[in-house]
Nanobody, 124 residues
Framework: QVQLVESGGGLVQPGGSLRLSCAASGFSLVDYAIGWFRHAPGKDYEGVSCIKIIDSSTYYADSVKGRFTVSRDNAKKSVYLQMNSLKPDDTAVYYC?????????????????WGQGTQVTVSS
């Protein structure tokens, strides 16, 4: 079955960096888009970035543009989110999710399969 496992979260000071990983199994990654979402207490879920595996096209929300970079390694069936210049407002649980919908990225449609999430805390 489709399985996504995130890793790489943690505690970092403002201005620091983290790289999140999303390991996929149980499906052909090339047929999907992978989205990164975050959920902070008291806020709605936010789609922060996505990547279409077939052509590597990407999208970034304005809140992270210029600071976050999404990439993929087909051989490792993994997608990464490099997060630089982190701010306290980036504190949230980060999830990766998969969608085979043709409007998956950048419209964030059809994300039915989610990982368990990884906590990112930006604090001094």
């Amino acid at each position: 079955q489709v399985q996504l496992v995130e890793s790489g979260g943690g505690l970092v000071q403002p201005g620091g960096s983290l790289r999140l990983s999303c390991a996929a199994s149980g499906f052909s990654l090339v047929d999907y888009a992978i989205g990164w979402f975050r959920h902070a207490p008291g806020k709605d879920y936010e789609g922060v970035s996505c990547i279409k595996i077939i052509d590597s096209s990407t999208y970034y929300a304005d809140s992270v543009k210029g600071r976050f970079t999404v990439s993929r390694d087909n051989a490792k069936k993994s997608v990464y989110l490099q997060m630089n210049s982190l701010k306290p407002d980036d504190t949230a649980v980060y999830y990766c999710a998969a969608s085979g919908h043709h409007h998956a990225c950048p419209q964030f449609v059809g994300y039915d399969n989610w990982g368990q999430g990884t906590q990112v805390t930006v604090s001094s």
